[in-house]
Antibody
Framework: QVQLEESGPGLVKASQTLSLTCTVSGGSISSGNYYWSWIRQHPGKDLEWIAYVYSNGNTYYNPSLKSRVTISLDTSKNHFYLKVTAVTAADTAVYYC????????????????WGQGTLVTVSS | EIVLTQSPGTLSLSPGERATLSCRASQSVSSSSLAWYQQKPGQAPRLLIYGASNRATGIPDMFSGSGSGTDFTLTISRLEPEDFAVYYCQQYGSSPCTFGQGTKLE
């Protein structure tokens, strides 16, 4: 079955750029009607959807983060990526990549499966 | 964006009991576009329910979802020790999708 795994630095300095990679195994990110997404969970446990990238490269961002976030994919590597610029302490969170499903309506719908998550701490 | 409020914040029950978790939306969620997830410590959320009442693959029928409009419920019919976790609802009827703040089942 499809599995996802996040990777990237666990510590980023304030004002710098956070870069994460999601490696997808057990299936191709270029097939199927899936919306490859990043979601984060703050230390207070709130979950926040960040962005998705579709297999054709189309992207969509949460308006609250849109000005600082870029999502992209590399189908040859079966990876997708997240960049967040000008990070602050408020960006400290566990970052998850997940496969978004969208049989109908506003995409993505639900998320399944998720990666195990990677903790990113922003230091001053 | 739609704000989801889950209640109670913490639910204290014993194995064998029935659990009822609530998720209320700040505005109507179209087409019952609501999902439920279970999260255990140190793990990612796991999809339980989508479309308000459809169990995800491999989820036992002790888990059931119901509701429409602004009020949704997750019911666990008979608690097993492994069911004690945090449960989140998520709406995807309106963009951006949003999550509730969670209910801890202890």
């Amino acid at each position: 079955q499809v599995q996802l795994e996040e990777s990237g630095p666990g510590l980023v300095k304030a004002s710098q750029t956070l870069s994460l990679t999601c490696t997808v195994s057990g299936g191709s990110i270029s097939s199927g009607n899936y919306y490859w997404s990043w979601i984060r969970q703050h230390p207070g446990k709130d979950l926040e959807w960040i962005a998705y990238v579709y297999s054709n490269g189309n992207t969509y961002y949460n308006p609250s983060l849109k000005s600082r976030v870029t999502i992209s994919l590399d189908t040859s590597k079966n990876h997708f990526y997240l960049k967040v610029t000008a990070v602050t302490a408020a960006d400290t969170a566990v970052y998850y990549c997940a496969r978004g499903h969208c049989p109908a309506g506003s995409c993505p719908n639900w998320f399944d499966p998720w990666g195990q998550g990677t903790l990113v701490t922003v230091s001053s | 964006e739609i704000v989801l409020t889950q209640s109670p914040g913490t639910l204290s029950l014993s194995p064998g009991e029935r659990a009822t978790l609530s998720c209320r939306a700040s505005q109507s969620v179209s087409s019952s576009s609501l999902a439920w997830y279970q999260q255990k410590p140190g793990q990612a959320p796991r999809l339980l329910i989508y479309g308000a009442s459809n169990r995800a693959t491999g989820i036992p029928d002790m888990f059931s979802g119901s509701g429409s409009g602004t009020d949704f419920t997750l019911t666990i019919s008979r608690l097993e020790p492994e069911d004690f976790a945090v449960y989140y609802c998520q709406q995807y009827g309106s963009s951006p999708c949003t999550f509730g703040q969670g209910t801890k089942l202890e």
